[in-house]
């Protein structure tokens, strides 16, 4: 067909873009700007949408990335010379969702962020987008795209808005410092230095220092970062990964949680799922300046979660291992830390036994330091026993120690550091050689008097002192909170000599010993912190420990569990392995709650799954059940949904079997919570229905309680409101009858809500004020910012716009801190519309477009709602 091409939609387009495209090079943008959007405006529907098969498939695609796009970025780019940001934005949400990878729409999106005043939104907005692009194609963005984000971090920040998301402010994390002399490693130090050299490296790497075991890779580490601390203002972090030595190395979810608690984020702050423990840390590392120094790294698959998620950290990792899948996919820098070069090792003995000792005695000073195999560790350890020794000469010593040395073949190590090590060893007293060897049978990485004290039998004071003499000997390094850790290969060598010198029924009574006091001291915390729950069973048959921790308030417990995190899954595993499980079950059991109340489920996730091994084994049903029941809510905590009912659904068929009514009732509340988790509102209230008459029944007040609360729950989202009214009443009125504080809190904030959904925003208002008061009371900061949020939507519906903004703003700030993005990204959607009801639309667009960026896919209604208020056409 031979037509005109002013009657092709597509030619007439084309024309329109090109004259727009010179209409920018000419500066005339608001020229520009009106052919640009009546060029999109042709481009209606789908293109060639009758042409099937592959060629037709094609050729749509190269229109729209050749053509259509291309005519955004033009109008896109005259709208921003027109200062124009919130119209960009508006445009830009619809086709990034369809083109998320797009760098050209991120740079625009930047800009516009940036033009309304949310600068650190840009910079988060661009954090997001490079870990999408590295996981989708493994590189970064483009040059231009970078330089924008370094603009941004460089720029003052003078216009930006007093709303926006403020950097974190530097962690109080106490980094450690060395004890004694460092000398040498003047190439390597320096060669680190060049990587604060911005000019050469503009964003911060991440550098692996690898070496053999024992030569010194974390010593240079915290020296070097100790020299530098006035560069990294954020703050420095040190991470054991743990990957080598007898303890499990640390899981990447288990190191997000515990670096976001070093970078001052509180243990019941910190995300339940990894994605979100990863934007978090994307959070805390945004604003730059902080070193994380990750040791003791087993391989890269461990840390490359990590890598990825610290983007704006500078990175230091040890580990035995090079890491080439980090040098070759991460772009990480690998330096080799080699054994100290003979100068320098002389150089460290000599400052270790003094210049005089030194000088009377060159030849057994240079036989000293060449055995010592230019391992730091090993010459630490000759220095003080040369030091402890002031009558021999230092060839007398060097003979001593040949005798011991053994060659080892194969092996990286050209002489066994048993030599060194079997050298202080025989120097002990009996009774510290025997403290030794029986704290080498821990499994975990710390030691206390106490713990000490259980495996030897002997009294804490006792422990202590000799724990005092190992750590002058250089057997034990000091920890924090009065406690010791072992080197790996010190802690392999002490569990050696024990099982070479003590019998095996010697050492298996004091691991019984050491797993007796674990359970004892849980059982205390169960007791202090539940003191109305039903009791975890006592052990029954228990062996003598001669000290107990004793805890006076809460808190200690807490910070005792804190301390021992590392440990407790060490000593549950230990239990299962050497058959003790009437302890690997009860000692989970008695800290669950303490999982409740921290958050800290990963840990306790992983003991319950060795506890309900050994509960079966036991051959103890209602320990099968309890523990199952536990595991349940352990993967309903980390949103393991289909794992949860499984536990659930075969604890309710064992409970029945049993005729276990207090399990049976149990299991069908969890039943019903799981089906609530997946928005069957009509199944799970009627598990709840079925639960409430046996916990009647049995007498189980706050059961009942809980009870009508989840009826209430699942009625208000059914929509039956008058039934979740009178169920949240009667909920409330049993827990004001038995003074639970939080489950009033909890109730009166749904009974707001409902309220406010119902237009009865007076009553509401009373409802949450209660609230509020109820969860200060209790400290209950999650239910106290879904509080705030409803307090801020009821004083929108009762026209108090100031004060809703005040509140839906302190309820964001809440949210983001929990990371409750849902209540954030309520409030946000609440906000927007307060602020537009304000006359101040640009930054209602601003609240709009963050609470989109938040919403959770799942929420279709509200993502549609957002868009809506955004402009934007739903597909």
Not at 644 to 671: D, G, K, P
């Amino acid at each position: 067909m031979d037509l005109d091409s002013d009657l092709v939609d597509y030619h007439r387009f084309s024309r329109l873009t090109a004259a727009g495209r010179a209409a920018n090079s000419a500066g005339d943008h608001l020229r520009a700007k009106r052919l640009l959007s009546e060029a999109i405006g042709l481009w209606g529907g789908i293109p060639l949408a009758d042409v099937r098969g592959e060629w037709g498939t094609e050729k749509r695609s190269v229109m729209v990335a050749n053509d259509l796009l291309r005519a955004y970025y033009a109008l896109f780019e005259a709208q921003l010379r027109l200062s124009e940001h919130v119209e960009v934005l508006q445009q830009l949400v619809p086709l990034i969702e369809q083109h998320p990878l797009d760098e050209t729409l991120a740079r625009f999106r930047m800009l516009a962020m940036e033009g309304v005043g949310d600068r650190n939104g840009a910079t988060a907005y661009y954090m997001r987008f490079r870990r999408l692009l590295h996981n989708e194609y493994g590189s970064p963005p483009a040059l231009e795209l970078e330089r924008l984000y370094s603009r941004m971090l460089e720029a003052p920040h003078a216009g930006v808005r007093d709303d926006a998301p403020k950097p974190p402010e530097p962690p109080g994390y106490d980094f450690p410092s060395l004890r004694g002399p460092f000398k040498g490693r003047v190439a390597l130090l320096d060669r680190l230095d060049a990587f604060l050299d911005a000019r050469t490296y503009p964003h911060p790497p991440a550098v692996v220092l690898h070496g053999m075991p024992a030569v010194g890779k974390t010593r240079l580490a915290v020296h070097w970062a100790n020299l530098h601390r006035e560069h990294f203002a954020g703050g420095r972090v040190l991470l054991d990964m743990r990957g080598y030595g007898p303890d499990e190395p640390l899981t990447a979810d288990n190191a997000l949680a515990l670096l976001l608690e070093r970078l001052g984020v509180p243990a019941d702050q910190i995300p339940i799922a990894a994605e979100h423990r990863s934007r978090a840390l994307r959070r805390a590392l945004a604003g730059g300046g902080v070193l994380l120094v990750l040791d003791n790294v087993r391989d890269a698959a461990q840390v490359r979660s990590l890598v990825d998620a610290a983007g704006e950290a500078f990175i230091l990792l040890t580990s035995r291992d090079r890491l080439p899948e980090l040098v070759i996919n991460e772009g990480a820098y690998a330096l080799v830390v080699p054994e100290l070069a003979h100068a320098e090792c002389v150089d460290l003995l000599q400052s270790m036994i003094g210049q005089d000792r030194a000088a009377q005695d060159p030849w057994g000073l240079d036989e000293l330091t060449t055995l010592s195999g230019g391992l730091p560790l090993a010459l630490k350890i000759i220095g003080q026993h040369v030091a402890d020794r002031p009558r021999e000469t230092l060839a007398d010593l060097a003979g001593q120690f040949r005798a011991h040395r053994v060659l080892i073949s194969g092996d990286e190590e050209t002489y066994s550091l048993d030599a060194v090590f079997s050298w202080s060893y025989q120097a002990l007293a009996p009774d510290t050689a025997r403290v030794f060897r029986a704290v080498g049978l821990h499994p975990g990485p710390r030691l206390h008097g106490d713990s000490a004290a259980a495996l030897a039998g002997i009294t804490s004071s006792r422990a202590n002192r000799c724990l005092k003499r190992l750590a002058r000997a250089h057997l034990l390094d000091h920890d924090v909170a009065g406690g010791f850790r072992f080197h790996d290969l010190l802690h392999q060598y002490a569990a050696d000599r024990a099982r070479e010198i003590d019998a095996p029924g010697e050492r298996r009574q004091a691991v019984e010993r050491l797993l007796t006091w674990y359970v004892e001291t849980a059982i205390d915390v169960f007791t202090l912190l539940s003191p109305q729950s039903r009791p975890v069973p006592p052990l029954p048959v228990s062996c003598v420990v001669v000290d107990r921790v004793i805890f006076s308030a809460d808190q200690e417990a807490l910070d005792w569990c804190a301390l021992e995190r590392e440990n407790i899954v060490a000593v549950t595993k230990l239990a299962a392995d050497k058959g003790f499980h009437e302890h690997a079950w009860r000692l989970p059991a008695a800290l669950h709650e303490v999982s409740e109340r921290s958050g800290n489920h990963d840990d306790m996730l992983a003991c319950h799954e060795i506890a309900l091994e050994s509960a079966k084994a036991t051959g103890d049903g209602e320990a099968e059940m309890g523990t199952r029941n536990n595991l349940g809510l352990l993967y309903l905590n980390v949103h393991r949904l289909d794992d949860a009912y499984r536990q659930f659904t075969m604890n309710l068929a064992m409970a029945r079997r049993a005729c276990f009514e207090l399990c049976e009732a149990v299991s069908l509340n969890n039943i019903g919570i799981v089906h609530f988790e997946h928005g069957d509102d009509r199944t799970a209230l009627r598990y709840y229905q079925e639960s409430l008459p046996i916990h009647r029944r049995l007498g189980l007040r706050e059961g009942e309680g809980y009870q009508f609360h989840r009826m209430g729950m699942a009625l208000h989202r059914l929509g039956q409101f008058d039934e979740a009214r009178a169920s949240y009443l009667e909920g409330l009125r049993i827990r004001l009858e038995i003074g639970h504080v939080r489950g009033q809190g909890a109730t009166l904030t749904a009974l707001a809500a409902l309220h406010q959904e119902l237009g009865e925003p007076e009553i509401g208002l009373e409802y949450c004020l209660q609230g509020l008061r109820a969860h200060r009371t209790t400290g209950d900061r999650v239910e106290a910012c879904r509080a705030q949020c409803t307090l801020a939507a009821i004083e929108y519906d009762l026209g108090e716009l100031d004060l809703a903004r005040e509140h839906a703003g302190q309820a964001i700030a809440l949210a983001e801190e929990l990371h409750e993005l849902y209540a954030a990204t309520k409030s946000l959607h609440l906000i927007g519309h307060v602020l537009t009801a304000l006359g101040d639309e640009e930054a209602a667009v601003v609240a709009w477009m963050r609470a989109l960026d938040l919403c959770p896919s799942s929420d279709e209604l509200l993502r549609d709602s957002l868009r809506e208020h955004l402009g934007l056409k739903i597909d």
